[in-house]
């Protein structure tokens, strides 16, 4: 069955840095992956989209790369604010019917 | 404001008794989902409904019900709710002509089954 895995520990960083969250899935090729962000208490919020055949998408200060050898996508946060602080859920998508997300990876950027 | 709505926001019952959490949403979307979301388990997805009248199980369909006799509509029944279905539950609509294929969560439902 498909296995996603983000960042286990929760992601603490500076102000100003760029934060890099992983997400790693397994026993299924995706089409492709959208990646959330959940703040406490409610629901998830959609930010990005990447197909199987992009390598890499950007929005603003996000970066999206999807490496359908290795499996991964990372998402990067440039510039890192503390109203960025929140869960991010990678969702890779095999249909558009059928959703698997990962766990999410907790960010904490301290000001 | 385009959204999707859930009813109760916060619900605690007793195993066994039949409960309904109401979904709406007014985007005329065509897809409806549900999820819940559980602790080190992230959200899972319960059954989905392409269209009216059109439902599928998803991932961790087992003690629950859906049906979709409205677009508009698309309501979670618990017949008989048993403590292991305690979590946060979340409904998501998505158009099925968008782009990005992005669901558009509501503010979600906390149950409690004593």
């Known amino acids: 069955s498909q296995k996603i895995e983000q960042n286990s520990e929760a992601l603490n960083i500076q102000e100003g840095k760029t934060a890099t969250l992983t997400c790693n899935y397994t026993?299924?090729?995706?089409?492709?992956l959208q990646w959330y962000r959940q703040d406490p208490g409610r629901g998830p919020v959609f930010l990005l989209l990447?197909?199987?055949?992009?390598k890499e998408k950007r929005k603003e200060r996000l970066k999206v790369t999807f490496d359908t050898t290795l499996k991964q996508s990372l998402f990067h946060i440039t510039a890192s604010q503390p109203a960025d602080s929140a869960t991010y859920l990678c969702?890779?998508?095999?249909?558009?019917?059928?959703?698997?997300f990962g766990t999410g990876t907790s960010l904490t950027v301290i000001p | 404001e385009a959204q999707v709505t859930q009813n109760p926001r916060y619900l605690i019952t007793v195993t066994g008794k039949k409960l309904t959490v109401t979904c709406s949403q007014n985007?005329?979307?065509?897809?409806m989902s549900w999820y819940r979301q559980d602790p080190g388990l992230g959200l899972r997805q319960i059954y989905y409904?392409?269209?009216?009248?059109?439902?599928d199980k998803g991932d961790v369909p087992e003690g629950y019900k859906v049906s979709r006799k409205e677009k508009r509509n698309f309501p979670l029944i618990l017949e008989s709710p048993s403590p292991n279905q305690t979590s946060l539950y979340f409904c998501?609509?998505?158009?099925?002509?968008?782009?990005?294929?992005?669901?558009?969560f509501g503010p979600g439902t906390r149950l409690t089954v004593l």
């Open positions: 409904s392409m269209n009216v009248e059109v439902t």
């Open positions: 985007m005329n979307h065509e897809y």
């Open positions: 969702a890779p998508i095999l249909t558009g019917n059928q959703f698997y």
């Open positions: 026993n299924y090729s995706p089409a492709y």
């Open positions: 990447i197909r199987e055949n992009e």
């Open positions: 998501a609509s998505r158009s099925a002509s968008s782009f990005y294929n992005e669901q558009f």
